[in-house]
């Protein structure tokens, strides 16, 4: 599984799971850290906490395991390290304060097609 891959199915499984304004960001250019942000947000902290939930399930399944997960469920903002796959999850109001797609505006948007989405 390529890291876009990896990208997609993530953003596949936060879709799934009704997570908000879900964005993948290309960042491979203009980063030596990553080459994908996955971006999304939960409604509340529960849905924040449970949605990476979700994600850890889903991709240990394709035996993809986090490198490391930082943020607490109630901290608004959870972080999941994948290598070169980051996952952002925010609240809503944690999202919009921070607003990395601003700050990685120089990066290539990934437009999620739904034909990809039912793989």
């Known amino acids: 599984m390529t890291n876009k891959d990896i990208a997609i199915k993530a ?3 936060l879709l799934k ?3 908000l304004n879900v964005v993948v960001i290309d ?4 980063s030596a850290f990553a080459d994908y942000f996955v971006i999304a947000s939960g409604g509340s902290e529960r849905q924040v906490g449970t949605l ?4 850890a399930d889903q991709l240990a399944k394709e ?3 986090a490198r490391s997960i ?3 469920k109630g901290s608004g903002w959870i972080l999941m390290d994948f290598g070169d796959v980051i996952i952002n999850i925010f609240s809503v109001e944690q999202r919009e304060r921070y607003n990395i797609e601003k ?3 120089d990066g290539t948007i990934i437009s ?3 034909n990809e989405l039912q793989q």
């Open 70 to 72: 930082e943020g607490k």
């Open 63 to 65: 035996g993809i395991l």
């Open 27 to 30: 960042i491979s250019a203009k």
């Open 17 to 19: 799971k009704k997570a």
């Open 112 to 114: 999620i097609d739904e």
């Open 11 to 13: 953003a596949a499984v």
């Open 103 to 105: 700050v990685w505006s």
């Open 52 to 55: 990476a939930d979700e994600i």
